[in-house]
């Protein structure tokens, strides 16, 4: 790729907001995660429209970048990964759902199985084909969501359906990895070596983001980050080894004022302690900002932290509640004239991070990435410019 933009959504100039993704920092990331994990190959998580923001620009700049396998949570995001990733392994976290083996061959796919139904299917699809399909195996070392226990994992070992096919990966996932001093990590990393040598042929992958981190016990043959690529912190509470990927900037449509008694929004569910100046911004929850990051009364009452935008370098907390397409901010502490009508002001980037952000609103950045609304107007920077020279 060369450096430039490349847009998309709706024109930039008819939109609530603008979306920058920085495709370089993307694949700064993508590197950094695979130096954190010398000797294993660094594969990239694009699931949910690569966490929002878009899976076919993601997938090709990490693929650009040297990553050669990704793994998506359903078939529809496969196939869509297979187009902007030729010759990459993609696998399909969710699994062999019926009636989709056909789909799987298709698309040249490899379903990660979790049970047992799923291996003896694979396996049979492999004997009519004549060929050895790949397929990863998922073993539950705790977490109780998919994947083989570990005693139907280990019958597995020496069984003919096992033979049928090629299981190229076996993979766990870790349940708490953000939390490094949380014992369920080592009683995982344990149950997940004990697997490992049941299957000494057969390459191991364990670490999610916040797996990377805890050592070099996780690492295994393959890393399977997702969060941190987007800009995410994998080590919560400590200062984040990543860069921003994302920044996103909604546009003032009005400016007012209000006094002491008033209130601002749906149900009144903010008064006005003294004069203050607001600005209402052109996006809601419709667009993916949480309707939980409000600045009502009883939020603050309850100590409850409430969204903020960042105005000509200050921040500005959200007042009232956050409407379908309308959130209202008080921008008192800005300068007057240092805010007018058709201004874009920052709710990620400026030092706003999507953690903050997920936090600011009782959820997880990880939310408000996949959450991204479709009416912003987006535009994908490649390598060479820094996020903050487009928007
Ligand atoms: C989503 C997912 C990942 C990526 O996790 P992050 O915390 O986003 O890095 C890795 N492995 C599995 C099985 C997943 O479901």
Redesign the pocket.
Same mark, same amino acid.
């Given at each position: 790729m060369t450096a430039g933009f490349d847009q998309a959504g709706p024109r930039h100039e008819e939109a609530g907001a603008w979306l920058t993704v920085d495709l370089g920092a993307l694949a700064w990331n993508w590197r950094r995660l695979r130096d954190e994990a010398p000797g294993a190959e660094c594969a990239a /998580?694009v699931?949910a429209d690569a966490?929002g923001i878009g899976l076919e620009r993601a997938a090709a700049a990490l693929a650009a970048a040297g990553c050669r396998t990704f793994?998506v @949570?359903h078939l529809a995001e496969g196939a869509r990964a297979r187009a902007a990733a030729p010759g990459a392994a993609i696998y399909v976290?969710n699994g062999l759902l019926p009636g989709t083996g056909p789909a799987y061959r298709a698309g040249d796919l490899r379903p /990660?199985l979790g049970s047992r139904e799923e291996v003896a299917e694979w396996a049979a699809l492999s004997r009519e084909t004549g060929a050895r399909l790949p397929a990863a195996l998922?073993v539950d070392t705790g977490m109780n969501r998919?994947g083989l226990a570990p005693e139907e994992a280990l019958t597995l070992a020496g069984h003919p359906d096992l033979a049928a096919f090629t299981p190229a990966l076996v993979?766990s996932?870790l349940m708490v990895?953000e939390e490094p001093a949380n014992p369920a990590n080592r009683r995982q990393i344990e149950a997940f070596a004990a697997i490992r040598q049941a299957f000494p042929e057969v390459p191991g992958s364990l670490a999610?983001?916040?797996?990377i981190f805890l050592g070099p016990d996780t690492h295994h043959d393959l890393v399977? !980050?997702?969060? @941190?690529?987007y800009g995410?912190n !994998?080590m919560p509470g400590r200062p984040s080894p990543m860069r921003p990927v994302v920044a996103l900037r909604a546009r003032v449509v009005q400016l007012r004022r209000v006094e002491a008694g008033e209130s601002a929004g749906y149900g009144a569910a903010w008064t006005a302690p003294g004069p203050r100046r607001l600005a209402t911004l052109s996006v809601g929850y419709a667009d993916g900002l949480p309707r939980a990051a409000s600045g009502t009364g009883a939020a603050l009452a309850e100590g409850q932290p409430r969204g903020e935008a960042v105005v000509a370098g200050r921040r500005c907390p959200f007042v009232g509640r956050v409407s379908m397409d309308l959130t209202i901010i008080d921008v008192s502490a800005v300068p007057e004239g240092a805010i007018r009508r058709g201004d874009a002001v920052a709710l990620i980037g400026d030092g706003l991070t999507v953690d903050e952000v997920g936090a600011r609103a009782g959820t997880i950045g990880?939310e408000i990435l996949t959450g991204l609304g479709r009416r912003y107007a987006r535009t994908y920077m490649d390598e060479g410019l820094g996020l903050t020279e487009r928007v």
């Open positions: /998580v699931k966490y793994f @949570a976290l /990660v998922h998919l993979m996932h990895a999610n983001s916040s797996g399977r !980050p997702g969060y @941190a690529l995410g !994998p990880y």
